[in-house]
């Protein structure tokens, strides 16, 4: 790549990167009980922001150095604390984060690429279920010392591209006739996304558990 292309995608970086810097400082003087609806702007304009900047450095890499994709987003992957395991028949993947809003592109991608190769490492060192008729839960949980309305509808989360990826590597089809989609909300001590998937006759037992496990958590 040219040396001036370089030059000015980092320049164009180091603006976005000004403009996060402005929108913390503004975070950090905002009184957030007066005016809650002003730091939800700020706070998401600063998140979409730095998630941004990441992406296109991401992008960057790829385009002027010799490290490849999948190297990077497997480190990409640890950083982000990407949790993956087996047991029970379950297969249960652990994001960091809450699910971004549909028609946020980067956002997405800041997420899913990560997640994709997170997944393909696991499945290269442990064995891997492949379902034919499953259940797949998304568990939102959200930080309990946060506001209560921060809670998004679920037809207002970009569910089907990270479906696409778990797809991939453990069923047969995500096809509605084989895959049935649940949504929980619960609280817990940070914001994370949970993602099981099972065979559709282990649902009943797993939702039991689930339950019992949050009432357990509700008496503290």
């Not at 400082?25 to 979409?48: G, K």
């Not at 960091?96 to 690429?113: A, G, N, W």
């Not at 990560?114 to 949980?141: E, G, Q, R, T, W």
């Not at 506001?147 to 679920?154: E, G, K, S, T």
Request: net charge negative; glycine share 2%.
């Amino acid at each position: 790549m040219d040396r001036q292309v370089i030059s000015q995608r980092i320049t164009s970086i180091l603006g976005d990167i000004s403009r996060l810097q402005s929108a913390l400082y503004a975070m950090n003087t905002t009184d957030i009980q007066r005016y809650p609806d002003n730091y939800e702007v700020l706070s998401t304009d600063a998140a979409l922001r730095s998630e941004s900047i990441a992406c296109r450095l991401r992008h960057l890499i790829y385009a002027t150095t010799t490290v490849k994709k999948a190297e990077y987003l497997q480190s990409a992957s640890v950083m982000h604390g990407i949790e993956i395991r087996y047991e029970n028949g379950v297969l249960e993947v652990m994001l960091p984060s809450l699910l971004p809003k549909r028609k946020q592109r980067q956002s997405t991608e800041f997420l899913i690429d990560p997640v994709y190769f997170a997944l393909n490492n696991y499945a290269d060192h442990h064995p891997m279920p492949k379902f034919s008729h499953c259940v797949v839960c998304f568990s939102h949980i959200y930080s309990r010392e946060l506001p209560a309305r921060r809670v998004r509808d679920y037809d207002n989360l970009e569910l089907k591209q990270l479906l696409d990826v778990i797809s991939t590597f453990i069923m047969a089809d995500d096809s509605g006739l084989l895959c049935d989609a649940y949504n929980t909300t619960e609280l817990g001590e940070q914001d994370c996304t949970c993602i099981s998937v099972m065979d559709q006759k282990s649902f009943s037992e797993w939702l039991s558990k689930r339950q019992d496990h949050m009432k357990s958590i509700s008496d503290f």
